[in-house]
């Protein structure tokens, strides 16, 4: 029997970047609540009506938008917590993303026909966890991303009506399932509130010192000449073992990134779906689709911990084997007709008469960046990056949520 194809599940930090994702591919999206999710300084959803549109234009498509509610509430934000999860629920998410049991519990309470998937924040790592919260009305576990794959069908074959969704692709905190104290610590910012500030990210100069040392002398740590980025985890790229990861019987493959551009979102949901659609076809992964996300800025990549086979996530030299292999040049804005142009917004330097490729939901070709024209519509040898409203020739119509990318040997 073929083995069933999970979700593509793709983050949506606004509502362009819901439409680049269903554009390339994605089954669904999660977004955040306003104010009340972790991702809440940086939500492009700034109100309940900015996530209504967005609900309804992705079931005009018959697609899913799921509303990421996993904050941890102190006892001041839980009644406002409460009465923006009743405005929101009546927008009609296809599910809430929750984290506090107490309000997990309220809303199967208040709203049981409402789905509740279980948030990567509430860490749940073993089968009798995932029971627990399948018992209590939870449709869906999204697991902590220390799990092996072996576990994960484990937790399938002992609760098997319970949906689960994994982390494939993203950012990789330091800490289990999220759950960190150095922004707080440092600078009030708590994590779990939504105000992370990836203080792990930042340069540190690691010391030790021992009695065996003379007085006043340490021993210092370094990495490179910023400093040490000790806990600075590489980026989890799950497609070179997607094969595996289908056939642990997941329901559901997450993108990590609400708050990355829409280039990489573009070409991640790309890279996944072509790796999905050829496992749906009994073929292997095409390198189409690791060129898709290596085309994207990482930190270096890892599997995640689902096998064995990858080095300690702080593994510096794996994180100086993540080279870029190309860039983002332009977010196409629109087409031309009467000059055959594309309008333009620039992200990184174009050249006149350099060779470009252009990167569409449905495939790529070559172009020549010819016929320049800056902002202010002077012909020009070249493009900064940042301007807006530039211009170069195009003799066909793009699809819309179109690339201008640059390869880089």
């Known amino acids: 029997m073929t083995q069933p194809i999970p979700e593509l599940l793709a983050p949506a930090g606004d509502i362009e970047r819901m439409r680049i994702a269903f554009a390339y591919g994605a089954d669904a999206v999660y977004a955040g609540q306003p104010a009340f ?48 999860l009743s405005e929101i629920i009546e927008q009609g998410p296809d599910a809430l993303i929750m ?49 092996k794959l072996r576990e994960i069908t484990e937790i399938r074959e002992q609760v098997p009506g319970l949906e689960l969704e994994v982390f494939v692709h993203g950012a990789v905190c330091m800490a289990s399932s999220g759950r960190c104290m150095i922004s707080n610590y440092m600078e009030y910012r708590d994590a779990n509130q939504g105000n992370c500030n990836n203080a792990c990210r930042f340069p540190f100069e690691l010391t030790a010192t021992s009695p065996d040392l003379p007085p006043g002398e340490s021993i210092r740590v370094t990495e490179d000449e910023h400093g040490t980025y000790l806990f600075n985890a590489r980026d989890l790229c799950a497609l070179p073992i997607l094969e595996q990861v289908v056939a642990s019987g997941v329901q559901s493959l997450k993108i990590e990134g609400r708050t990355r551009s ?9 890279g996944y779906r072509l790796a999905l659609d050829a496992i749906a076809q009994g073929q292997p992964i095409p390198p189409e689709a690791l060129a898709a996300v290596h085309a994207t ?21 794996a994180d100086r084997s993540g080279a870029l292999r190309s860039e983002v040049v332009a977010q196409i804005r629109e087409w031309d007709p009467a000059r ?19 990167l569409t939901p449905h495939g790529t070709k070559t172009i020549t960046a010819t016929n320049l024209v800056n902002q202010k519509g002077q012909k020009t040898e070249k493009l900064h990056s940042g301007l807006e409203n530039c211009y170069l020739d195009c003799p066909e119509n793009p699809p819309p949520h179109s690339f201008l990318v640059r390869h880089l040997f």
């Open 37 to 84: 999710s972790l991702r809440g300084r940086e939500n492009g959803f700034k109100t309940v009506a900015d996530l209504g549109e967005g609900i309804r234009e992705a079931h005009a498509l018959g697609k899913l938008f799921f509303v990421a509610s996993n904050l941890f509430p102190h006892n001041a934000k839980v009644g406002p917590f409460q009465r923006a």
């Open 99 to 147: 984290a506090d049991p107490g309000m997990i519990a309220w809303v199967r309470h208040e709203f049981p026909k409402v789905p509740v998937h279980l948030s990567v924040q509430s860490h749940a790592l073993n089968w009798i966890t995932c029971k627990f919260w399948h018992d209590l009305g939870v449709e869906r576990v999204i697991l902590a991303r220390e799990l």
């Open 262 to 270: 829409p280039y990489y979102l573009a070409q991640v949901v790309r």
């Open 297 to 317: 800025d990482a930190r270096g990549w890892m599997s995640g911990f689902y096998t064995s086979d990858d080095p300690l996530p702080q593994n510096l030299e």
């Open 340 to 358: 055959s142009r594309l309008r333009i917004s620039v992200r990184n330097r174009i050249m006149e008469g350099e060779t470009l490729e252009l």
